[in-house]
T-cell receptor
């Protein structure tokens, strides 16, 4: 399937450290998105990177995309306790639906 | 409203009963998706509406599941004769255009369905 797979499944860091999460996928994509989900809450769209872009920044977030390796990374700099959440990447091919992985569970320890 | 609204936020139902879940997307968004998320699992695509086109129902797990989108706005997901395996969080998302057009999606907070 096209499902994006996040790595690692779980990550625990100290507040102030950087957190890096990776996403791999299987087929060609138009763009890739990262989402955050806090416990018991809905998904929040973080950032979208198009297939012709290699890097994108938004605040403390930095996303890279390597279409040759079919992979993306999400870097959260200077992490805060409030960043504790699950992070998902979403991809789609030329079909209609997205494909989400099971996510990376990030815990930021104050 | 400013976001995607889903109701109810929680629903407990007895096995065999029918349930209706509602999604009110952002005004003007033409694309609407339903997903479900079971405990510890990723999101599972259910159905996609785009404008006036026929919906993509390829993700519906059985004929007990159906969905409508009236007037290109509010959507209702109906599950008939609920089973315990239907227990999950049902998420709705909308977007200004369909996937691939470069727009992010806005998700609702979901409906947590528990079948007892």
């Amino acid at each position: 399937s096209q499902q994006g797979e996040e790595d690692p499944q779980a990550l625990s860091i100290q507040e102030g450290e950087n957190a890096t999460m990776n996403c791999s996928y299987k087929t060609s994509i138009n763009n890739l998105q990262w989402y955050r989900q806090n416990s018991g809450r809905g998904l929040v769209h973080l950032i979208l990177i198009r297939s012709n872009e290699r890097e994108k920044h938004s605040g403390r977030l930095r996303v890279t995309l390597d279409t040759s390796k079919k992979s993306s990374s999400l870097l959260i700099t200077a992490s805060r306790a409030a960043d504790t959440a699950s992070y998902f990447c979403a991809t789609a091919d030329t079909g209609n639906q997205f494909y989400f992985g099971t996510g990376t569970s990030l815990t930021v320890i104050p | 409203g400013a976001g995607v609204s889903q109701s109810p936020s929680n629903k407990v139902t007895e096995k065999g009963k029918d349930v209706e879940l509602r999604c009110d997307p952002i005004s003007g968004h033409t694309a609407l998706y339903w997903y479900r998320q079971s405990l510890g699992q990723g999101l599972e695509f259910l159905i996609y509406f785009q404008g006036n086109s026929a919906p993509d129902k390829s993700g519906l797990p059985s004929d007990r599941f159906s969905a409508e989108r009236t007037g290109g706005s509010v959507s209702t997901l109906t599950i008939q004769r609920t089973q315990q395996e239907d227990s999950a969080v049902y998420l709705c998302a909308s977007s200004l255009e369909g996937w691939g057009q470069g727009y992010g999606y806005t998700f609702g907070s979901g409906t947590r369905l528990t079948v007892v």
